[in-house]
């Protein structure tokens, strides 16, 4: 018997059941010798407020993470509704490296590690590498974040839950029923016996 068998798990079963919890979606990005690096992630939590740290998970087939390794900074572009088209081409495993991946695309670099950020994300953190944890196939990043804000107020999130792109629903209480709609009354009045 080999004792060190474990039980084997369908990894696609798991990732479907791990996609059940909604998440929202941003652009990690790197950048060296002028050259920028980018790709799509969900995996990303904030971790602590004194000092100010992030953390994204990585795989280590990742490109952007080799590169991000190597210059030792960073930036977390938060995706907002409108930007579907471009989460799921920085997850096309096919797409370019550098510059070409880039093209069409605004962003201007983060303030303080020059890393692209995107102007019409929700908001975006700059940050320096301050450890990484190996973690099986994939690489804990954690972030020291040198400088973030919010780019638009009014703009909204982009979600991914159930391997499908959403956005954010206003709360029921602030839509108008249609006209002729019956709704129920605030109170109920019992009848008298
Ligand atoms: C919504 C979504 C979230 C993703 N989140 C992650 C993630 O957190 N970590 C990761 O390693 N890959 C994630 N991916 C997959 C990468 O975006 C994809 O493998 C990409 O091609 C890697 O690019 P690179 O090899 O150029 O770095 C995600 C893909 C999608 C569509």
């Not at 890393?115 to 700059?126: E, G, K, R, T």
Request: with cysteine; hydrophobic share 40%.
């Amino acid at each position: 018997m080999n004792s060190q068998a474990g039980p084997v798990f369908d990894t696609a079963r798991f990732r479907q059941v791990s996609s059940t919890l909604p998440t929202g979606v941003t652009l990690l990005t790197t950048i060296s010798d002028g050259v920028p690096q980018a790709m799509t992630a969900n995996a990303f939590v904030t971790v602590s407020l004194e000092p100010l740290l992030l953390l994204t998970v990585m795989s280590d087939k990742s490109r952007t993470f080799r590169q991000m390794r190597d210059s030792g900074i960073f930036a977390v572009s938060i995706l907002s509704e409108g930007q579907e088209k471009l989460a799921r081409w920085f997850a096309n495993p096919k797409r370019p490296s550098g510059h070409e991946a880039f093209e069409g695309i605004e962003w201007f670099p983060g303030p303080h590690t020059g890393s692209p950020v995107l102007p019409s994300a929700v908001s975006y953190f700059d940050c320096t590498i301050d450890r990484i944890h190996e973690a099986g196939d994939h690489w804990i990043v954690v972030g020291n974040v040198k400088a973030f804000d919010s780019l638009a107020e009014d703009r909204k999130p982009l979600l991914f839950v159930n391997s499908t792109f959403g956005a954010v629903q206003p709360p029921p209480s602030t839509l108008t029923p249609p006209p002729g709609t019956i709704t129920a009354p605030s109170t109920t009045t019992l009848p008298t016996a």
